[in-house]
């Protein structure tokens, strides 16, 4: 049993104003896995003024200071890797192969490519008589979800530090193990006092507070569209800055060549993985029509291939992350079945011999039609439903008529039609047959949020630009 009930302040780790804790847990085995301390207004307000007194000396810290300070971070995030895994296994049932795989690795390469972009960055530009310069926006509220939360919680921090802000981290309340743990990374690091601060807790005692104080000047938000639009409430009095990663309701155009089955198989994959709980997920399929009953047998057989249960062991998947989310699921399963779609693998219920633990069959639909419900709302589980299409105007189409615009996804030989399709997907992320790199901006359009993270875009959404005129060069004012 973990029990984390301080909170980290001011280089300290301290005691909350109030004793209010939250059980967290297992999503394996329905059982505690542990305890955290819950903040409140009071402990936002502590932290606040400990990210206000050190701003003004790290906002003036070099680029080589802050490079130092990158490269302690990675030699002891480095030692902690395997607690790190642990953690992620018992807070949100990742798999071990996963949790120890590409959870924590995503950190070191989102760190790498943090430490590339602050070696390049220009913070300040001459341009004409004017000196356009970039400068940390000041102190950042960072609140963090539970399905990637290392990852998540490394695209604010690296930036938020690179670009000498100071910052209060909320992680989620059903995966604070991993944050707590990261905060021991940092302090052992020796990030100076007050530039990072740690507060617990959920989102009415602890992140409306950060939201609406009126000390921090940016509210970086990742999680679904409902809360982000709470978030943005909440900020608008103050008028800080406010940067979302939102929901996700991805299409996967499979083109009509001869990878088509492949291609369909690796869609599966893609969608089940961390047990669909990815806002970036490739959920809604689009085939051609005439190829229909292709698709639905290579997304069957993929689906029948993607192993289930104890996250302890060498399984595909393991639970969602709690017993209110398996029930969203199911519901929505059902919702697509009374709708009309046909179920071509899993369906209701727990898979065969899993009776405990918030255990979901991988599914999929097929027969969807794009205003079906499981086609439009955000499902958030291993569940994919399957479109057909008869020409690639109408695929584009029905990808684009969604109300969020997280990702998009083009699989196919033909590099010019892929391509060509990409540009016209209303989407901030597309990746076409799988493409994957740290120094791509991530963000969304639409009800998926708005700001980027990831590479050079992340640096600039904590950055203030400043116009000083009269910075003509020596030789023009002679």
């Known amino acids: 049993m973990r029990e984390y009930l301080k909170f980290y302040i001011g280089g300290q780790w301290v005691d909350p104003v109030a004793d209010r804790t939250f059980e967290v847990i297992n999503p394996a085995t329905e059982a505690a896995a542990g305890k955290v301390a819950l903040g409140s207004a009071a402990d936002v307000d502590a932290a606040v003024a400990a990210a206000q007194e050190a701003f003004p000396s790290w906002s003036q810290t070099s680029v080589a200071d802050r490079l130092d300070l990158f490269g302690a971070i990675g030699a002891e995030y480095q030692k902690r890797t395997g607690d790190l895994a642990a953690a992620l296994t018992e807070e949100m049932g990742a798999p071990s192969a996963l949790a120890g795989g590409f959870q924590v690795d995503l950190v070191l390469g989102h760190l790498q490519k943090a430490t590339e972009v602050l070696q390049n960055y220009r913070f300040e530009d001459q341009q004409g008589a004017t000196l ?102 909440n900020a608008a009095p103050t008028v800080k800055r406010v940067a979302q990663e939102l929901g996700g309701k991805g299409p996967n155009i499979i ?46 057989a993929a689906t029948e291939g993607v192993t289930v249960g104890d996250p302890t062991g060498e399984v595909a998947i393991g639970p969602v992350v709690a017993g209110s989310q398996w029930d969203r699921i199911q519901a929505l399963i059902q919702k697509g079945i009374d709708e009309g779609a046909t179920v071509v693998a899993g369906g209701p219920g727990r898979p065969d011999g899993l009776e405990k633990g918030f255990y979901v069959k991988p599914t999929v639909f097929a027969g969807v ?75 969304g359009y639409k009800k998926s949020g708005n700001g980027r993270e990831w590479g050079e875009a992340g640096f600039d959404e904590y950055l203030e630009v400043k116009g000083i005129q009269g910075y003509a060069p020596d030789a023009a004012q002679a």
Request: hydrophobic fraction near 45%; include cysteine.
């Open 255 to 300: 083109l009509d060549d001869e990878d088509f089955a492949t291609n369909v198989g690796q869609g599966v994959a893609d969608m089940m993985g961390n047990s669909g709980q990815t806002c970036s997920a490739p959920s809604r399929m689009l085939v051609p029509t005439a190829r229909m009953e292709e698709a639905v047998s290579a997304a069957r």
């Open 132 to 233: 356009i310069v970039k400068e940390p926006i000041g102190v950042c509220g960072l609140i963090t979800p539970w399905n990637w939360p290392m990852a998540l919680i490394s695209v604010k921090v690296f930036p938020a530090l690179a670009t000498g802000c100071t910052m209060i981290l909320k992680p989620s309340e059903r995966s604070p193990f991993t944050g707590q743990i990261f905060t021991e990374v940092l302090d052992a690091a020796g990030v100076p006092a007050g530039v990072f601060n740690l507060v617990q807790g959920d989102g009415p005692s602890v992140g409306v507070p950060l939201a609406s104080h009126p000390g921090v000047d940016m509210i970086s938000f990742t999680g679904s569209t409902r809360a982000g639009i709470d978030i943005a409430r």
């Open 369 to 443: 039609t794009n205003d079906m419900t499981i086609a439009r709302q955000e499902i958030f589980g291993p569940v994919l439903t399957i479109i057909g299409y008869d020409s690639i105007d109408e695929a584009i189409d029905i990808a684009n008529d969604t109300e969020y615009g997280l990702s998009g996804f083009v699989a196919g030989r033909d590099l010019d039609q892929a391509r060509a399709i990409a540009r016209r997907l209303r989407a901030g992320s597309i990746a076409i047959n799988g493409g994957f790199d740290f120094a791509s901006p991530f963000g």
